[in-house]
């Protein structure tokens, strides 16, 4: 099969173009011809089994680098024949149509309603009104739902299907839900007798103590603070943050409530494997995610989950089994009954034993393998 995959950047760094680089290899491993279409290469991922088409996306400091790379990109593609043209939201069209970042409007919404200064949320409001780069974002989204724009599109999660269905009435045939991958061989349980009392030797953290783990980049949108509110109601328990974000202010917090003594900011870290083996369980009451891959990876690495239903990935949470649900990011209240009932540990111990066997039917070449199976049915 001779396949298109069409992005603005090709790199390992963000999970959409993680998504790619793996698909594009896995797709070459199995011997189909793939065409990559993109306006930025990075050398450490070029394979030579892959043809590169570099493509022309100038404009980002005027905010119409969507625009010039969706035009340029169609002009680029009619010079060849091939059976499945991928892109990967925001272009406008293509055969199949990967959805990894939900509907934009609302992201926004949720963004705007997490701001709690009125005139802050005001000028944030004003800045996207007037933004070119917004309005580009707007359009091609809107563009890529337009009956015989797509073939099929696929959504990252049930939430986004809904949203997709609700805010741009696709037909749910039209929609087919495939979830992100995980490496199941990278994050495993195993990585434990490996990592676990190094890494809290190294942050000074008792192997005995209860540890959740926080990982994410971008503190305000994940939901770091609503895990700090909730912590002194719950002695003795240490909390690790590893990510980009503004550790100053969180820090400032984390004092407020009396809980920066057991409190552990990391910063960015590479070996991300390891932190997950540190921890006892994972906490993400994310006031928005699509599908948060970290999600993922904490079960598969068998930590039991806490996140909101407003993250996609919450999907394959059976709540109460391996792991809880929020009905909303800011229930403290209910972060810390589900963090009191996972300190047991005969809970802890299924809850994590059932978080990993989930994770089983989640892997990598399972979500890639689904994928090729609907280029197929597409190619019929």
């Not at 926004?108 to 974002?137: A, C, G, M, R, V």
């Not at 959504?155 to 045939?173: D, F, G």
């Not at 990585?191 to 103590?209: F, G, P, W």
Request: with cysteine; proline share 3%; hydrophobic share 35%.
């Amino acid at each position: 099969m001779k396949v298109a995959l069409v992005h603005k950047k090709y790199t390992t760094h963000g999970g959409t173009e993680r998504y790619l680089v793996g698909l594009s290899k896995f797709l070459v491993k199995n011997n189909h011809q793939v065409h990559v279409f993109t306006a930025s290469i990075d050398p450490e991922c070029r394979d030579e089994k892959i043809n590169f088409h570099q493509v022309s996306a100038w404009g980002k400091h005027l905010g119409i680098d969507k625009y010039t790379f969706s035009k340029n990109v169609k002009k680029e593609l009619k010079k060849y024949d091939f059976d499945i043209i991928q892109t990967f939201s925001r272009v406008g069209f293509g055969d199949v149509i990967r959805i990894g970042g939900g509907c934009h409007q609302i992201f926004l919404d949720k963004y705007f309603n997490s701001l709690e200064n009125p005139l802050y949320k005001l000028k944030k409001k004003i800045e996207y009104k007037l933004s070119l780069q917004d309005y580009f974002t707007r359009y091609y989204e809107a563009q890529d739902f337009k009956k015989g724009n797509y073939k099929k599109i696929v959504a990252v999660s049930q939430m986004v299907k809904n949203e997709i269905i609700a805010n741009y009435h696709v037909p749910p045939a039209d929609i087919i839900v495939n979830h992100n991958g995980v490496d199941i061989g990278k994050f495993n349980p195993g990585n434990r007798e490996e990592y676990r009392r190094e890494i809290r030797k190294k942050h000074e953290i008792a192997n005995d103590d209860f540890m959740i783990l926080f990982l994410g980049t971008g503190f305000k949108r994940k939901g770091l603070k609503y895990i700090i509110k909730a912590l002194p109601d719950i002695p003795k328990i240490k909390l690790m943050v590893v990510g980009r974000g503004n550790i100053k202010r969180y820090r400032k917090l984390a004092a407020e409530f009396s809980v920066l003594d057991r409190t552990v900011f990391v910063g960015p870290i590479k070996n991300v494997e390891a932190y997950y083996a540190a921890a006892d369980i994972f906490v993400f009451p994310s006031i928005y995610d699509p599908c948060a891959n970290v999600t993922l990876e904490a079960m598969a690495s068998g930590l039991p989950v806490i996140t909101s239903e407003s993250n996609g990935a919450s999907d394959v949470i059976n709540h109460g089994k391996n792991g809880y649900i929020l009905d909303s990011a800011d229930d403290t209240h209910d972060i810390k009954k589900y963090i009191k009932f996972l300190i047991d540990n005969k809970i802890l111990n299924e809850f994590s034993k059932k978080s990993r066997c989930t994770m089983l039917d989640y892997s990598k070449e399972k979500n890639y393998q689904k994928m090729l199976d609907i280029y197929r049915d597409i190619d019929r």
